[in-house]
Nanobody, 118 residues
Framework: QVQLVESGGGLVQPGGALRLSCTAS????????MGWYRQAPGKQREPVAL???????NYADSVKGRFTISRDNAKNTVDLQMNSLKPEDTAVYYC????????????WGQGTQVTVSS
């Protein structure tokens, strides 16, 4: 199993930027696909951006062109660069790992709060 720890959340004004980082306790390559989810108050947790071990990426329509996900397999980290932030981006953001082989289990970080407000 893998433990995930997020950092980088905080309060930012609309139009601002934040960079979230997730550090995994074990090697993420080639075992895990990685990603970021978010959950706003009163809403279900939703995928924001995913990145596979081969480097493919997938973004929610609401963040395309604004967010960029990346992974550094040597450092066992996954980052989410968030630009042009909007109030509707306010949510708890969770790092996500999916084991590619075996049981294909899902793993989650504890979450980090992102608040976009003036």
């Amino acid at each position: 199993q893998v433990q995930l720890v997020e950092s980088g959340g905080g309060l930012v004004q609309p139009g601002g930027a934040l960079r979230l980082s997730c550090t995994a306790s074990t090697s993420i390559f080639p075992t895990y696909h990685m990603g970021w989810y978010r959950q706003a108050p009163g809403k279900q947790r939703e995928p924001v951006a995913l990145i596979g071990r081969s480097g493919w990426t997938n973004y929610a329509d609401s963040v395309k062109g604004r967010f960029t996900i990346s992974r550094d397999n040597a450092k066992n980290t996954v980052d989410l660069q968030m630009n042009s932030l909007k109030p509707e981006d306010t949510a708890v953001y969770y790092c996500y790992a999916k084991r590619v082989t075996g049981l294909q289990d899902d793993y989650w970080g504890q979450g980090t709060q992102v608040t976009v407000s003036s």
